[in-house]
């Protein structure tokens, strides 16, 4: 198999830089291809995974020499959704006649659903510094500074707490804003008496968390309390409830049952959650349409919300290890309605 997709490189090797090419063999050990920049670093993070070559010019024509060093592998699959298809013109026409290529979607996806205990425990770090950033960035924000300013606090403490990156791009939405699931932090004005809605994430050991709150600004009204209410209560229903083995679609149906029957369903439009790992958003998917049950040991987002155009939206996520014996919630900053600023 020919690996492209670097967070599959990573999870299969160790390896973090941004070039590299991966053949795993059915009978030989893997040959991981990388370029002169990380000499150092790739014998220091792959150890004995792998064999390393470290190619002078181009990663393609080094990938060349291994395969054709290759036998007794008629057959290379490849990731259909990764790799590019210039790039697999290019080796199909140079090759061609020597294999059969392979189309594969999601094979060491599907792998890394499952987390163990060293995977769980940096998600964990992930989610308890994401959470510390929040706090101070809440006691900072105030009527008066943009939007933008918002995620430059929360970001600013994300790397004071030792976040390695912001595993997206910080979503800050106040107002009118915050009904759009993914608005980019702009330069409104914050205002008192609406909605500041806030999903971000932090990194630890290249694993992610991902979280959202909103809260009020100075003060609230009875109809921002109530739907605020029913989120978070779809939210707590959903994290309780969900269980590994159950299939996607059921739970994404628990939240939006609970929504459903409040009279908001037609204004909760996108599935109830993902996967988190060593990407934001990867497997298993929680959504109308996804019949895969939830693996054990999955970590997954609960993120229901209500978004009403020209009005404002709520949206509260939390992160959820699926263990054995039930959901295990790791996030645990207040679902209650905050009011700051």
């Not at 009527?143 to 990156?165: F, K, Y």
């Not at 699931?181 to 914050?190: D, E, T």
């Not at 929504?259 to 909760?268: K, V």
């Amino acid at each position: 198999m020919l690996v492209t997709a670097l967070p599959n490189v990573r999870y299969l090797t160790g390896f973090t830089g941004s070039a590299a090419l991966l053949v795993v063999p059915a009978e030989a050990p893997p040959v991981l291809l990388t370029d002169f920049r990380y000499d150092v670093q790739v014998r220091d993070e792959v150890g004995e995974h792998a064999a390393v070559r470290i190619e002078p010019a181009s990663l393609w024509s080094g990938l060349r020499d291994v395969l054709l060093g290759l036998e007794g592998a008629p057959r290379i699959a490849f990731e259909s959704a990764h790799l590019l298809h210039v790039d697999f013109e290019r080796l199909a026409g140079d090759l061609a006649g020597r294999w059969h290529w392979r189309a594969t979607i999601g094979m060491v996806e599907a792998l890394r659903e499952r987390k163990d205990a060293e995977e769980l425990a940096c998600i964990r770090e992930a989610v308890r510094i994401a959470e510390a950033a929040l706090e101070r960035t809440l006691r900072e924000v105030r009527t008066g500074i943009t939007e933008l300013q918002v995620a430059g606090i929360l970001e600013h403490h994300l790397r004071d707490l030792g976040s390695e990156a912001t595993p997206f791009e910080t979503i800050v939405a106040s107002g009118e804003r915050s009904a759009l699931p993914h608005a980019r932090a702009s330069h409104r004005v914050l205002q008192g008496g609406e909605f500041l809605l806030i999903d971000f994430g932090a990194t630890h050991g290249g694993y992610c968390s991902d979280i959202t709150r909103t809260v009020a600004l100075q003060s609230v009204n009875p109809e921002m309390q109530a739907i605020h209410d029913v989120v978070r209560e779809a939210t707590l229903s959903a994290s309780a409830g969900v269980r590994a083995g159950m299939r996607g679609r059921d739970a994404d149906g628990i939240a939006r049952g609970y929504i459903e029957g409040r009279g908001f369903g037609e204004l909760f439009g996108h599935s109830l959650g993902h996967g988190i790992g060593l990407e934001v958003h990867e497997g298993p998917r929680l959504a109308r349409t996804a019949d895969a049950p939830l693996p054990p040991g999955a970590v997954i987002t609960i993120e229901p919300g209500i978004y009403r155009p020209g009005w404002g939206g709520v949206r509260i996520e939390d992160d959820v290890y699926l263990a054995d014996e039930g959901p295990l919630v790791l996030t645990s900053f207040p679902r209650e309605l905050l009011i700051v600023g």
